[in-house]
């Protein structure tokens, strides 16, 4: 979401909830709006999903052992 409030008039819908473990393929978010805006941050929004989603996994293994 803060990806595109500062790019511009984005509307995201947030579909799962923090700390929800979620399976392959979820839909986590849509995001909808003009399409440049949308491209511009998408590998942004994108690469910070994929950072914390790394991390959270991370930390859940590390918890099990």
Not at 44 to 60: D, E, F, K, W
Request: no cysteine; hydrophobic share 45%.
């Amino acid at each position: 979401e803060a990806v595109y409030r500062q790019l511009g008039d984005i509307k995201v819908q947030v579909l799962a909830q923090e700390g929800q473990v979620a399976a392959k393929e979820t839909v986590l978010v849509k995001a909808s709006g003009n399409a440049r805006v949308l491209l511009a941050g998408e590998r942004t929004a994108l690469n910070i999903m994929q950072r914390l989603s790394g991390v959270a996994s991370l930390r859940t293994n590390m918890s099990k052992r």
